[in-house]
């Protein structure tokens, strides 16, 4: 999907985006921060690519804003938003061939992985970091090149993805909300099983869904891909103590999610044959604005995964990070549209348009109305907060990021609830795929 914003076509855009970015600013705490000196280039023209929205608002607001910019610029920009599973192999083309997009919001890591063909963004970063607050841990840990204060990327949020329950089916089932130990929490699914409304949770390749349930699966029994060194400790008892447990979650599970992508279980729950998964706010948000569905959305909660062994729950959410090519002719008016946009005229605007779907990335904006217009979006203020992260416990690099890619944790994960392989074989064949990558990459 592209959209090509020209200072004329701005004009028709921007009327209602400046209204609500003045509302918008209310309320956002501020600190005085030396100018950033970009004087954009003569005749400069943008093209960006970013993944496409899950809720409408997102992709309305972020057109408006880059529509605000143009028009104050004289700068055209052009935005194209591609399918998830797309953003990672065109950012893998733009960067291997030079040419194309001068802008690319990716996912998570992305930055990393082609750090030598990316222009350093710790100018803009210091400049919105201490007006805004500072950064979150985790968009600190996708934004800094690992053991540096050197800026690759700009995390512009991050979609959470905790519980997402039918409280009247939950309690009916004898709980007030879903435990926060491995063995309850199990009880509560095999109730949930019993009663013909089960659980449902992502085993195939999904960006968010599959990667964000298995690395919970993992993390929350202490186990994890690679150590503070980078070393491989995917195979450990940790790990397999965790598929162990996975065994008798999955026999829980509504039949087919060792097939699903990131729509699944939207699909399923607002069908009413799932009443537990994992999701961020995009379902809730999906339900709330759909009268069809409303009664659903009335009786849906939210909460964190449970914390199983760890102190508090293991979750990282799936970023939005955004980088520069070198090979673009603006890096200037490149860095200025992304200064811009974290602004809090055109950021709060977006991030209350989009229900918190993706929650913010810097402090201050913990401070939005968003936080406070439906109790039930609470959970997601804090996404960004959490010490977990794709590559956890290691440095995030070019190995950390192919291995993620690569869905090794997903399919260690989908092998043993299929039944396919034992818990020992599967972390044993995590072991050797991750080797692959720490061996040559790191």
């Known amino acids: 999907m592209t959209h090509l914003i020209t200072r004329r076509a701005a004009l028709a855009l921007t009327g209602s985006a400046i209204a609500a970015g003045s509302a918008g600013a209310q309320g956002i705490p501020t600190q005085p921060a030396p100018a950033l000196n970009l004087p954009i280039e003569r005749g400069a023209t943008l093209r960006m690519l970013r993944p496409v929205r899950f809720v409408q608002p997102d992709e309305e607001v972020f057109r408006a804003n880059c529509a605000r910019f143009a028009q104050a610029n004289g700068v055209e920009v052009r935005v194209d938003f591609v399918g998830w599973e797309d953003i990672t192999q065109q950012t893998a083309v733009t960067a291997n061939t030079g040419a194309g997009p001068d802008l690319i919001i990716g996912f998570n890591e992305a930055p990393h992985i082609y750090a030598d063909k990316l222009v350093e963004l710790t100018d803009v970063a210091g400049y919105v970091g201490t007006k805004y607050g500072g950064w979150k841990a985790m968009a600190q840990r996708y934004g800094k090149r690992a053991g540096s204060e050197a800026w690759l990327g700009l995390p512009f949020g991050a979609s959470g993805g905790p519980l997402v329950w039918r409280k009247s089916t939950v309690n009916a089932a004898g709980f007030e909300r ?37 690395q919970w699966l993992v993390w929350s029994f202490g186990g994890y891909l690679v150590d503070e060194n980078n070393e491989v400790a995917i195979n450990s008892r940790e790990t397999i103590a965790a598929l162990e447990y996975l065994k008798e979650l999955y026999a829980t599970f509504i039949p087919g999610t060792i097939a699903w992508g990131d729509i699944s279980n939207n699909r399923a729950y607002s069908a009413g044959e799932c009443h537990l998964t994992a999701n961020g706010v995009s379902l809730y948000f999906s339900l709330k604005n759909d009268a069809a569905m409303r009664a659903i959305a009335d009786d849906t909660e939210h909460s964190l995964l449970p914390k199983g062994l760890a102190a508090t729950s293991p979750m990282a959410g799936l970023t939005l990070n955004a980088m520069v090519f070198k090979h673009s002719r603006f890096p200037n008016a490149s860095k200025a549209l992304l200064a811009f946009l974290l602004e809090t005229e055109q950021y709060d605007p977006w991030l209350q348009a989009n229900l918190g779907y993706w929650s913010q990335p810097l402090n201050a904006y913990s401070n939005s109305a968003v936080w406070n217009s439906d109790p039930k979006v609470s959970v997601f203020k804090g996404v960004m907060d959490t010490t977990f992260y ?33 818990p020992q074989q599967a972390a044993a064949e995590a072991e050797r795929r991750a080797r692959r990558f720490f061996r040559s990459r790191r």
Do not use: W
Not at 193 to 206: C, E, I, M, T, V
């Open 390 to 422: 794709a590559g956890y416990k290691g440095p995030i690099s070019q190995a950390s990021a192919a291995a993620n890619a690569d869905y090794v944790m997903v399919q260690m994960c989908a092998s043993v609830a299929s039944g396919q392989a034992t």
């Open 178 to 214: 879903p435990p926060e130990d491995h063995a309850g929490f199990l009880r509560l699914c095999q109730a949930l099983k019993a009663a013909g409304k089960p659980a449902g949770f992502a085993l195939g390749n999904a960006v968010g869904d599959g990667n964000g349930f298995a």
